[in-house]
């Protein structure tokens, strides 16, 4: 079975500040990662994942995010927020084989950016 | 394409009454999930069907709550009766099989709100 932890529910950041939405993931098997985000009052739209290949992905509206295995980590990073990016992001993980491809999802992050 | 259609957007119902929530899938896509929003769970499976079978219920809350796939194009997420503590936003998403790339990513629709008073 899989788990994700989403370590800050609430992240307020000032415009054009960086941010780190932090995510770890628990899982006996390998696993494919994701971050969604969900702009209020819409369902949740793909950011980016990492299937294999480099550790660094990047995706959408400057969002990029690190695998990190040791450390079982998925963490997501922007250089430099803007007002739009205020949204709530999740991060999900799917088992590689035997899971149907069905995501866990984290509890979720609220960025909230600051003018 | 339109995407993922969800309907109603917004159900005000009240409490005994039966609600149900329709999703249309995208064309093509042969797995459909759906999901439950709330404050204190978060985002929850209730379940999901591929090839318009119900492969895992096990998200399903109770009895009240049951979910069809007549057919490729539309499911209905059923709930008789209904209870204050449904209140939530409910989601359908569905997803290609094919290349990898493809396999795993869910497009998910607007979401119905429902409100049981």
């Known amino acids: 079975a899989q788990s994700v932890t989403q370590l800050d529910s609430q992240v307020p950041v000032f415009e054009e500040a960086p941010v780190e939405l932090r995510c770890n993931y628990s899982?006996?098997?390998?696993?494919?990662l994701f971050w969604y985000v969900q702009y209020p009052n819409q369902g949740l739209q793909l950011l980016l994942k990492?299937?294999?290949?480099?550790?660094l992905v990047k995706g959408i509206n400057g969002f990029e995010a690190e695998f990190n295995k040791s450390q079982t980590s998925f963490h997501l990073r922007k250089p430099s927020v803007h007002i739009s990016d205020t949204a709530e992001y999740f991060c999900?993980?799917?088992?590689?084989?035997?899971?149907?491809?069905?995501?866990?999802f984290g509890k979720g992050t609220k960025l909230s950016v600051k003018p | 394409d339109a995407g993922v259609i969800q309907s109603p957007r917004h159900e005000v119902t009240e409490m005994g009454q039966e609600v149900t929530l329709r999703c249309k899938p995208i064309?093509?896509?042969?797995?459909l999930f759906w999901y439950r929003q709330t404050m204190m769970r978060g985002l929850e499976l209730l379940i999901y069907?591929?090839?318009?079978?119900?492969?895992?219920d096990s998200g399903m809350p109770e009895d009240r709550f049951s979910a069809k796939m007549p057919n490729a194009s539309f499911s209905t997420l059923k709930i008789q009766p209904s209870e204050p503590r449904d209140s939530a936003v409910y989601f359908c998403?569905?997803?290609?099989?094919?290349?990898?790339?493809?396999?795993?990513?869910?497009?998910f629709g607007p979401g119905t709100r429902l409100t049981v008073t």
């Open positions: 998403a569905s997803k290609a099989s094919g290349g990898p790339t493809q396999y795993y990513e869910q497009y």
């Open positions: 899982s006996s098997v390998s696993v494919y």
């Open positions: 990492y299937l294999s290949g480099s550790t």
């Open positions: 999900a993980v799917s088992a590689r084989r035997g899971s149907q491809g069905n995501l866990i």
């Open positions: 064309s093509g896509h042969n797995s």
């Open positions: 069907f591929n090839n318009n079978v119900p492969i895992d």
